[in-house]
């Protein structure tokens, strides 16, 4: 391919995506969701970079400053041991992050090709592909996800894997609807007519075009992962001290929340206004790319 032949196809794709930015920042709740996902994968991984000890230093134990209420030193207070609660509140922002994209990215590597494939072939396989996922769809995903973690033993690996092995079946159920449509189209009726192997089909014409829910899908799950996470380490099946995640941060501050409670507080805040922003961004997401909901 030459360098006009690259130029054209390179164009339009950048002209789309700033069309969908624009779109993204007009609506003013998903335009603050949208900067504060940016101001988050920010902190979650362009912070460690410049500041690589940030995990070492929020695990430093002051005795003398156990259990400050916040001020212009602790802005967050202080833990039972002297910790800075808004340095481990930063530092747990890359571990929440990072744990959550891995385990929606498992997921998805696990949903979408057995939702195409069933959703391509039909049939037998389409049959046997949907009845295990029906299986899987059987239990709620947080307890799902909380009996994997106890099995498999309390770490925050194993609930990654836990939480991945409970959310697959709905990416799955996703791609497999958008699958059966899609290959009724003409441009997969001539990619058969010209040889194509079921295998190129799959890559190149049915996933490529059921991308879009699965955006839609997996941007919302994110804050609903992270929401897991954190209720996985609380219970004590996700990460184990002294790891400043923020599920175990509220979880240890259980003790103390009547006469310490910025403790309990602020991890909490945390939770709760990352998962608001990422449903935010989902619905912005899903009004840009599912053109019944686009507002023109």
């Known amino acids: 391919m030459n360098s006009m032949q690259l130029s054209k196809t390179i164009k339009p794709k950048i002209k789309k995506l700033r069309v969908n930015v624009y779109l993204l920042k007009r ?28 995990q070492i230093i929020a695990q430093n134990a002051v005795p003398q400053d156990k259990l400050m209420a916040p001020s212009l030193k602790h802005i967050f207070g202080t833990d039972e041991l002297g910790r800075d609660v808004f340095i481990r509140i ?38 046997l592909i949907m009845r295990f996922t029906d299986i899987f769809l059987g239990f709620p995903p947080l307890l799902l996800a909380i009996a994997i973690a106890a099995f498999l033993g309390p770490n925050l690996q194993n609930a990654m894997i836990a939480i991945a092995l409970s959310w697959w079946p709905w990416y ?10 899609i290959k009724e189209r ?29 955006i ?10 992270i929401l897991t996470i954190a209720s996985l ?12 995640e923020w599920g175990l941060m509220v979880s240890t501050s259980r003790d103390y929340f009547l006469d310490s409670w910025w403790y309990s507080i602020f991890p909490g805040l945390a939770i709760f206004i990352t998962v608001l922003i990422f449903n935010l961004l989902g619905d912005g997401l ?5 053109p019944k909901t686009r507002k023109n």
């Open 186 to 214: 003409q441009f997969v009726k001539a990619a058969k007519a010209i040889g194509a192997s079921p295998h190129t089909i799959i890559l190149s014409h049915i996933i490529p075009n059921c991308i879009a829910p699965i």
């Open 27 to 54: 609506n003013k709740l998903t335009r603050i969701a949208y900067y504060g996902v940016l101001i988050l994968l920010v902190i979650a991984f362009i912070l460690p970079i410049f500041v690589p000890s940030i």
């Open 233 to 244: 380490s609380f219970l004590g099946l996700g990460a184990q001290p002294p790891i400043p």
């Open 286 to 290: 899903r009004e840009i790319l599912d």
């Open 216 to 225: 839609v899908q997996a941007s919302m799950d994110i804050g609903g992962v």
């Open 172 to 181: 799955t159920r996703i791609m497999r609807g958008q699958a059966v449509s």
């Open 90 to 127: 930063i530092a747990g922002a890359n571990i929440s992050l990072k744990t959550a994209l891995l385990a929606v990215g498992m997921a998805l590597v696990i949903g979408i090709p057995l939702g195409a494939v069933a959703g391509f072939f039909g049939g037998f396989v389409d049959e």
